[in-house]
């Protein structure tokens, strides 16, 4: 089924005057036949049970005749009788066969939940039984659908057979539709679940799936917190001009009521030509200019949130729900101001914002809070909401098809503080699988304002070292990122360990590391406990921090990486005595250390550039070999770590 492209443009903007089902589609008729509903049993040799399904047959149902069918699915919460219970398919079809405008079919409802106990009992939400959602898919071909060939007058091309679902349901039905087109060339997802694949796997060539397609069909009610996902799978349909109906029901939340819609338009559709005039009619997308419709939900937001919006020309679009606020406001840095919309909403779309993770807070009458539809994370002095904006063109710190490693969870008790510590240690693919391998380590540090969490969170370490490990750029490693802060109770106050000195030269925090987190790391994991498999770097205070740990314990470490962090420069001070005069003789000093790493954004703060600049033109003077980076366009901010991390890790243990 292939239409015109200029018909295909214009369905990138349809209309929001939207046509409800009418009153009563969903109540039973007087006077008019009905059809059947029987449950059946088929063996399913993917599960190792037999499973339960209910068959609808239309009035008229004749032995003598063949039908199309329809594999109607229900969500995650659901089995094979909520669809009959909450939907009344077999109402809404009896009214439909009666007023003559659908063709007569057979409608399957499955349980989509595909193991030995396939009740919606417990913890619907438990790994073992979403799975089980997915390996329907093999229970749906081999199984159910050969039984239903066996047990009813079918036809078994894929041209008369259909699937659909709600929800969860939606979810499988577009994966297993769009993923078996020689099984399916009608697919309807209504409301359809995170479960959803990406629009890329789900359509890895649009021209085939152009081509093999009858129809398909993806709604959503526009108050739906899950619409980010049909609205996602529609923007890649419409670049790649591949037809579809996309239907957003006005005021439609995640219930039956949308679903009920969903099924009568849907159904009628089905198993008859489709023209351009029948996408038209049932597609409704609210009105949007070009960029608008491009916008995408941040990478950052709770799964199924669709606010913040990113735009293509990175602006940022923000509506939040404070009904009761008086004046509300996103702060990036630079503060907006929102505007109130009727139904309480506050909006505002930004300026361009710079590639890379930016924290922000809503301020609501004056005080800071996070936004509920972001992820949060601790960063700023205390956790605040986060929002990405994709990097164009690379993909280094993305998650893809390689092996992948963990982030672990170590707790200890500290002598020198006096308290419980936390590390977390990213340990790569295969650790487990061989125990006599060893590795060698990098401790890596936060900055200020920020904890051990920061790498693993806002700053993508496990991604980044997978894929450099998964492409040989860089050596299978542990890395061990704990937190820069340590405070000795016994210790005497002074002026050298108090504020940004103290935190940039924290003597308690060098002990912590020699005398426990370095003796735990060894312990526990399979280390090379040796300073040429050791090294240790950290963005900003966590840079100053390893230089100061590091030059002070050469025997311990052989790699140094300052990420927008390096040596405290005083103005009257001689290079060759600091750090004890660890940096004096260069030729001893290249000669024991095999890499120090230095880097900055060219847009950071003008004394943090100074400062680090400064500190790389001394070593430069001094002879001390080095590698020098400056990350173009970005300033004190994670782009400008993770760009580090991964040149650094690519260079250390080699």
């Known amino acids: 089924m292939l239409l015109s492209l200029a018909f295909i443009a214009n369905l990138s903007i349809n209309s929001q005057t939207f046509n409800p089902a009418p009153e009563g589609f969903d109540v039973s008729g007087d006077g008019i036949k009905h059809g059947k509903i029987d449950t059946i049993q088929y063996y399913s040799a993917t599960v190792g049970v037999n499973r339960k399904a209910l068959v609808y047959t239309p009035r008229g149902y004749s032995k003598s005749k063949k039908y199309p069918v329809l594999y109607l699915l229900h969500g995650i919460g659901g089995d094979e009788k909520e669809w009959l219970i909450q939907g009344k398919p077999q109402v809404i079809l009896d009214n439909l066969y009666a007023a003559k405008k659908v063709a007569p079919m057979i409608v399957v409802l499955p349980n989509g939940r595909a193991m030995k106990d396939d009740r919606a009992v417990g913890n619907i939400y438990d790994g073992v039984k979403v799975q089980a959602f997915a390996t329907f898919e093999k229970d749906l071909i081999n199984d159910l659908i050969p039984s239903i060939e066996k047990k009813y007058p079918v036809f078994k091309d894929r041209e008369h057979r259909a699937i659909a679902g709600l929800s969860m349901g939606g979810g499988q039905s577009l994966n297993f539709g769009l993923g078996n087109l020689d099984k399916f060339a009608w697919i309807g997802g209504f409301s359809s679940a995170p479960n959803t694949k990406t629009p890329q796997e789900l359509v890895p060539d649009p021209a085939k799936t152009k081509k093999m397609l009858k129809l398909l069909w993806i709604s959503c009610g526009d108050k739906d917190n899950l619409i980010t996902y049909s609205q996602r799978t529609h923007d890649y349909l419409n670049a790649n001009q591949i037809p579809h109906i996309y239907q957003v029901i006005p005021g439609g939340h995640h219930d039956f009521k949308v679903w009920k819609q969903n099924l009568y338009m849907f159904s009628q559709t089905l198993f008859k030509p489709v023209d351009a005039s029948i996408i038209a009619h049932y597609s409704n997308a609210p009105l949007t200019d070009n960029t608008a419709a491009s916008a995408i939900p941040a990478s950052t937001n709770i799964p199924g949130m669709q606010y913040p919006e990113v735009l293509p020309d990175n602006r940022a679009f923000f509506r939040i729900k404070a009904p009761q606020a008086n004046k509300v406001q996103i702060d990036l840095g630079k503060k907006y101001d929102m505007e109130k919309e009727e139904d309480g909403s506050w909006i505002v779309t930004t300026e361009p914002l710079v590639e890379g993770f930016h924290y922000y807070s809503i301020i609501i009458d004056g005080v800071a809070v996070a936004d509920p539809a972001s992820q949060t994370f601790y960063g700023m002095g205390r956790m605040a909401s986060g929002i990405e904006i994709p990097e164009k063109g690379v993909d280094y710190y993305l998650a893809k098809n390689v092996p992948h490693g963990q982030i672990r969870q170590v707790r200890y008790y500290s002598d020198v503080t006096k308290s419980m510590r936390r590390a977390f240690v990213y340990t ?95 312990k526990e994991f399979r280390t090379i406990p040796d300073r040429d498999h ?53 030729n001893e000093f290249n000669q024991k250390v095999k890499l120090v790493y230095l880097s900055i954004g060219t847009a950071e703060p003008e004394q943090m550039y100074r400062t680090v600049n400064n500190f790389h033109k001394e070593l430069e003077k001094a002879g001390i070999k080095h590698v020098y ?21 690519g260079l250390i243990f080699k």
């Open 428 to 522: 790569p693919a295969g650790y487990d699988a061989n125990s006599s391998v060893r590795y060698p380590v990098l401790y890596l540090q936060h900055g200020a304002g920020e904890d051990e969490t920061g790498w693993s969170n806002q700053g993508k370490v496990d991604y980044i070292l997978d894929n450099l490990i998964a492409e040989g750029k860089a050596k299978p490693m542990l890395v061990v990122m704990d937190k820069g802060y340590a405070v000795d109770p016994d210790a005497p106050k002074n002026e050298n360990t108090q504020g940004i000195r103290g935190l940039m030269q924290n003597k308690a925090l060098e002990q912590v590391f020699i005398k426990e987190i370095i003796p735990t790391i060894d």
């Open 629 to 649: 980076y400056e990350s173009p366009g970005t300033s004190h901010e994670w782009l400008t770590w993770r760009r580090s991390l991964n040149q650094f890790a």
């Open 534 to 586: 050791r090294a240790m770097a950290g963005l900003s205070m966590g840079g100053f921090q390893t230089f100061q740990i590091t030059l002070s314990n050469l025997d311990k470490f052989a790699y140094i990486g300052g990420f927008s962090g390096g040596g405290m420069l005083q103005q009257v001070q001689d290079f060759s005595k600091l750090y004890n005069g660890a940096l004096a003789d260069a």
